[in-house]
């Protein structure tokens, strides 16, 4: 019994070993999901905030441009911006100021080349906000799904590493009983033994006393 119970322990051991470990891995790729959901969320709004503040000065037509532009700077750097929509900001920037589309440059007034491309602007700058809008809202769902998936298994591993610390005492209390049990037999079989002896050697000296006594009692 000792034996089966002290391989029962080590194997409970080796377990929940393991399972803190898979515990830290888990904890450590959930700090790093949480990292990367807490940059990228703050990234997401900034860029629709500034895109809310750029298209609010553009369509105003009397805002600080300048600051317009560095707003526009700020979002077209972003490494989600389609392609299209900034070549499109790109193409706002190196201007400077809006400015009219080639085949518009000889036919068509400033004042209308200005309403051309800021509007052009304005309406991309509010498809982007859509489309941060919607990519941080995702960002968001993802990051419930990966907190539930990261509590629902930490449960689990909490529950089976309770389990094996239950299983460890349990066997651990019946070894430390059965050790003691076992060091009361051997006890009690070194006594029995050594009674034996004495009693043999008591028994072979009667015998010899018997043995003369009736060579003895025969003369």
Request: hydrophobic share 35%; aromatic share 4%.
């Amino acid at each position: 019994d000792v034996v089966t119970l002290t391989d029962e322990i080590a194997a409970l051991n080796a377990d929940m070993d393991s399972k803190k470990k898979d515990m830290q891995a888990a904890t450590e790729i959930r700090d790093k999901e949480k990292a990367d959901y807490k940059k990228t969320h703050t990234d997401y709004s900034e860029s629709i905030e500034a895109v809310t503040k750029a298209e609010t000065v553009i369509s105003s037509k009397s805002g600080d441009v300048s600051q317009a532009m560095m707003l526009i700077q700020t979002v077209s750097n972003k490494r989600y911006v389609p392609a299209n929509a900034q070549r499109v900001l790109d193409a706002f920037l190196e201007t400077g100021t809006p400015a009219p589309p080639s085949e518009l440059s000889v036919t068509a007034p400033e004042a209308n080349a200005y309403e051309f491309q800021s509007g052009g602007v304005v309406e991309m700058l509010e498809k982007l906000k859509d489309k941060f809008i919607d990519e941080r809202t995702a960002l968001e769902k993802s990051e419930l799904s990966q907190r539930h998936a990261y509590d629902m298994l930490t449960q689990d591993l909490k529950a089976s590493i309770e389990n094996a610390q239950a299983g460890i005492t349990s066997k651990s209390q019946a070894r430390s009983n059965d050790l003691q049990l076992v060091a009361g037999r051997q006890g009690e079989l070194q006594d029995t033994s050594s009674t034996q002896k004495d009693d043999t050697k008591y028994l072979a000296d009667l015998t010899a006393g018997c043995s003369t006594t009736a060579k003895d009692f025969e003369t």
